[in-house]
């Protein structure tokens, strides 16, 4: 029921595109889509130093991939994506993460997906979870199955932006909880749009390893 959703929503989108063409989210320029070409080009790609193999706390592992540096104009983008009513921009975000996935991960196969959850306050608020759309591009792409309750987020808590790197991982610690029905025993890739410090992928991780995940990977838009 949900990818059917999704399918009609994405044509009822096209739809509106024709009526009223959009303005591109990284620089508003109209008639040319949600991610202009010129945006596209100004894009900073990570590659191989997107890649990490890093390693919790506890010693167990976990794989991160970004596709590009947190910067203009892709940080513009990220902005009208999670703040400026975008939900659109997910579609081409999503095909780069999926295009940085395949590139970096070909010894690592991933059993589902997860996106890192909203709490429902916030949610409510912005109207949609920017990671919730974006994982459901990804999934799409690569063929893997997407869990949307995977994860859930236990507890409200104040936004990573505003934080430094101390309280980013206080503020997450113990946010999340997992699904044993959902993640025991398999390998699991988390997805969210900015790698800042590492601080929710990580209490993310955390969560899904203690509810029985084999392994965790994370997937991102972008690192700062």
Known sequence: MNLLWDKIRHSVGLG?????????GGCGAAGQGW????????EAPLGPAGITRARLEDGRPLLEIAWARFAPPLREG???LKYGGSPQLAGPFGERMARAWRAGAADWAADLIAPVPLHAARQRERGYNQSERLAVVVARI???????VALTRQRATAQQA??????RQANVAGAFAARPDRVTGRRVLVIDDVYTTGATLRACA???YAAGAAE????????A
Not at 16 to 24: E, Q, W
Not at 35 to 42: D, E, L, N, Q, T
Not at 142 to 148: A, D, N, Q, T
Request: glycine share 4%; hydrophobic share 45%.
């Open 216 to 223: 965790v990977a994370a997937l991102t838009l972008a690192r």
């Open 35 to 42: 991610w202009c070409r010129s945006c596209a080009a100004g």
């Open 78 to 80: 990220i902005h009208a």
């Open 16 to 24: 509106l595109d024709l009526l009223y063409p959009p303005r591109c």
């Open 142 to 148: 690569i063929g893997c199955p997407l869990e949307r």
């Open 162 to 167: 505003q934080l430094d790197r101390d309280a």
């Open 206 to 208: 955390d969560a899904l």
